[in-house]
């Protein structure tokens, strides 16, 4: 089957910076759009960035110019640097990839959610 696995998460204070990764492993064939999702308490999941396999990323507003999304298809990763990190970021940030393992359809899946905090 097909995992992602999410790590960088942590407590970091305003103004600072973290780097989450996301390694999505198991049989698969190839892998199209990957993207960072977040769920605050109490609020609905957002979508924060979203890249392509060729590299084209999108951004949600209120991280435009903070936030960026790269990804490295050799390694089936996808990274999101956070920087200028304030509180309302604070947030479980989930990893998504949308997967096609062989003579199987293309497949949304989710990582298991790493916390970030942003408190000084």
């Known amino acids: 089957q097909v995992q992602l696995v999410e790590s960088g998460g942590g407590l970091v204070q305003p103004g600072g910076s973290l780097r989450l990764s996301c390694a999505a492993s198991?049989?698969?064939?190839?892998?199209?759009?990957m993207g960072w999702y977040r769920q605050a308490p109490g609020k609905q999941r957002e979508l924060v960035a979203q890249i392509t396999r060729g590299g084209s990323a999108t951004y949600t507003g209120s991280v435009k110019g903070r936030f960026t999304i790269t990804r490295d298809n050799s390694k089936n990763t996808v990274y999101l640097q956070m920087n200028s990190l304030k509180p309302e970021d604070t947030a479980v940030y989930y990893c998504n990839a949308d997967i096609r393992q062989q003579w199987k359809a293309l497949t949304g899946y989710w990582g298991q959610g790493t916390q970030v905090t942003v408190s000084s």
């Open positions: 198991g049989s698969i064939f190839s892998i199209n759009d």
